[in-house]
C-alpha cells in the first residue's frame, strides 16, 4: 500500500513562492512515476508535474517557468517548488504516485493565492 502525505500549503500574496512536499512510505524510485495535480472549484483534477524514475520531467503549460518539481530520493520526499505565484493558481493540491498502473492519492493541501 502506498502512503502519501503532502505538506507545505497556504496563503501567500501573488507574486510569492511556496513549496509543497508529499513524503511517500517505500523508495520513491520504485514508483513509474510522481506527481502533482490541483483541483479549484468547479473545475476537473488536472496536471500540474511529473517527474518518471527515470528522472522525466513534464509542467502544464500553464506553470512552466514558474513551478519546479524535484525529488530527494533518500527522504521518499517529492518537492513542487512554485514562484510567482498568481490567483489562478488556487486549488487543493494532491501529491499523485503511479505503481503497477494503479493511481495512489494523498489528502490534498490548499494553496491560495490572494490578488
Known amino acids: 500500500q502506498v502512503h502519501l502525505v503532502e505538506s507545505g500549503g497556504g496563503l501567500v500574496q501573488a507574486g510569492g513562492s511556496l513549496r509543497l512536499s508529499c513524503a511517500a512510505s517505500?523508495?520513491?524510485?520504485?514508483?513509474?512515476?510522481m506527481a502533482w495535480f490541483r483541483q479549484a472549484p468547479g473545475k476537473q483534477r488536472e496536471l500540474v508535474a511529473r517527474i518518471t524514475n527515470g528522472g522525466s520531467l513534464n509542467y502544464a503549460d500553464s506553470v512552466k517557468g514558474r513551478f519546479t518539481i524535484s525529488r530527494n530520493n533518500a527522504r521518499n520526499t517529492v518537492y513542487l517548488q512554485m514562484n510567482s505565484l498568481k490567483p489562478e493558481d488556487t486549488a487543493v493540491y494532491y501529491c499523485n504516485a503511479v505503481l503497477r498502473l494503479t493511481n495512489y492519492w494523498g489528502q490534498g493541501t490548499q494553496v491560495t493565492v490572494a490578488s
Open positions: 517505500g523508495s520513491i524510485l520504485s514508483y513509474n512515476a
